[in-house]
């Protein structure tokens, strides 16, 4: 995520001080209206997201490897299409002909079909408050993972939330009486997926993306599928035509909250997005309780209590460091001035 915070940085930047010509001005005006879209995709993407264990829940006759091949087929289906519309058949080819490009990808396919099938897993089996915790976790240990693998100097509310973050984890495990392991799974192969794309920075947009991971990932889900047709396990043509429509459907609800969240992030600074990306969690996480009826012993709402406070100091700092930023850049424009 880092280059995309530096790009959001830098157009906050830009509009932050007064416009020097008429042309700045209409800049302005231009961003400032891009602004509202710019919240609505984000909104749309990280709902819909939030609202996935809903979708699960009505396919749960076919189970996680079964939807999750589904998945990767159909959201592949849909891929295609979008490439022939953009006309980006050039670009997928060029991912394919890059050995450095298409091994980054395959990493990233390898960590997002975890990441899916975990997910997937927890809500099936009664476990969606703690998949949703991993979404909740994922933010600190994606910083957590810019210390160690990148190298990056975190700030001293960063610690901060680092550290709350593992004693979280720890009042969970005591209270569970184990690891919660759907969750750190989730949080690891979503934070190692983002650090990988964010190696790959921009030089894949997303729809080239998604559609390389999904046709790497495609033989896997393919032989998937045959394995269970042999098994008679299959019920992607057993269960009716709803059943079947509703599986078709992961497709789009594979690519749209991306193609939403791609809009959301070209319009928004990044602080904003950082903010968006909670709505997801907590709605899981909302659904969990009061619609699919799991249980909140009080040892776990301390638990959870902690994770929001890591994340509440994680927010604080964000917003300071934009603050900042768009503060030296005021200073910078206007020594420039002078």
């Known amino acids: 995520m880092t280059e995309t915070q530096n790009a959001a940085a830098s157009a906050t930047a830009a509009s932050a ?37 809903l979708y699960f829940v009505l396919l749960a006759a076919a189970g996680p490897v079964e939807i999750v091949a589904d998945r ?34 395959a990493l990233a396919a390898a960590l997002i079909g975890v990441n899916w099938l975990t997910y997937t897993y927890g809500v099936l089996t009664g476990q969606a408050i703690e998949a949703s915790l991993g979404y909740f976790i994922n933010p600190i240990v994606s910083v957590l993972l810019g210390v160690l693998v990148l190298k990056e100097r975190l700030r001293p509310l960063q610690w901060a939330a680092v550290g709350v973050g593992g004693i979280a984890v720890a009042v969970l495990s005591v209270a569970h009486g184990q690891l919660p392991w759907i969750a750190l799974v989730l949080a690891l192969s979503f934070g190692f997926y983002g650090l990988v794309k964010n190696r790959i920075g921009g030089a894949v947009d997303a729809v080239t993306s998604l559609s390389a991971e999904t046709a790497i990932l495609a033989p896997v889900a393919l032989g998937a599928v045959v394995w269970l047709a042999a098994t008679g396990s299959l019920t992607l043509l057993t269960e009716g035509p709803t059943h079947f429509w509703l599986l078709a459907a992961s497709g789009i609800i594979t690519a749209v909250p991306l193609l939403f969240f791609g809009a959301a992030a ?42 929001w406070l890591a994340l509440a100091i994680l927010t604080v700092d964000m917003l300071l460091s934009a603050r900042r930023r768009r503060t030296s850049a005021r200073a910078a424009k206007a020594l420039a001035a002078r």
């Open 17 to 53: 001080s007064p416009p020097a010509s008429p042309a700045g001005t209409s800049a302005r005006s231009a961003s400032a209206g891009r602004a509202p879209a710019g919240l609505l995709f984000g909104i749309g993407a990280y709902g819909l997201w939030g609202l996935l264990p």
């Open 266 to 307: 070209r319009r928004l600074p990044m602080t904003t997005v950082g903010l968006l990306q909670y709505i997801a969690p907590m709605t899981q996480f909302t659904l969990a309780v009061t619609v699919l009826g799991e249980h909140m012993p009080p040892e776990r709402w301390v638990g959870f209590g902690i994770v």
């Open 72 to 105: 990767v087929l159909f959201a592949l289906i849909v891929c295609l299409v979008l490439i022939t519309a953009t006309r980006s058949w050039r670009n997928l080819a060029a991912v394919f002909r890059s050995g450095r490009m298409f091994g980054a990808l």
